[in-house]
C-alpha cells in the first residue's frame, strides 16, 4: 500500500510522514509513505490518499495528527479488504466524515 502525504499542507509541513511511516510499520502492515509538493485539496487541506494495485483508492482531507489512530484503523482495513472496499465505515471513527473521495481500482 502506498501512502501519500500533501507536503504543502499543514500536517504534511509537520513531517507527520515521519510518525505516520513508524506507527504502519509497529502495526505491522507493509506500507510506504510518501509525500507530494501538492495533492490539490485545497478547499479541505491536509490530504492524505491510500492506495494500492487492484484495489480502490481513499483520500481523506481535514486532517490532523489526532486522526493517527483512525488512520491506522482504516489502513488496517484497507489491506485486509481485497479489493480495497470497505463495507461498514463506521468502524474508522471521525475518518470517515473526512473522506474526500473513493477512486475504483
Request: net charge positive; with cysteine; aromatic share 6%.
Amino acid at each position: 500500500m502506498i501512502v501519500t502525504l500533501c507536503a504543502g499542507c499543514a500536517l504534511g509541513r509537520t513531517g507527520f510522514a515521519t510518525p505516520l511511516q513508524a506507527a504502519l510499520t509497529a502495526e505491522g502492515l507493509t506500507a510506504r509513505v510518501a509525500t507530494v509538493d501538492c495533492m490539490s485539496g485545497c478547499t479541505r487541506p491536509s490530504t492524505c490518499a491510500f492506495r494500492a494495485p487492484g484495489k480502490t483508492a481513499y483520500l481523506f482531507g481535514d486532517l490532523t495528527a489526532d486522526d493517527l489512530p483512525d488512520l491506522l484503523t482504516f489502513a488496517r482495513h484497507y489491506a485486509a479488504s481485497p479489493d480495497g472496499n470497505l463495507p461498514d465505515a463506521r468502524v474508522l471513527g471521525g475518518l470517515r466524515m473526512k473522506a474526500i473521495a473513493r477512486i475504483p481500482g
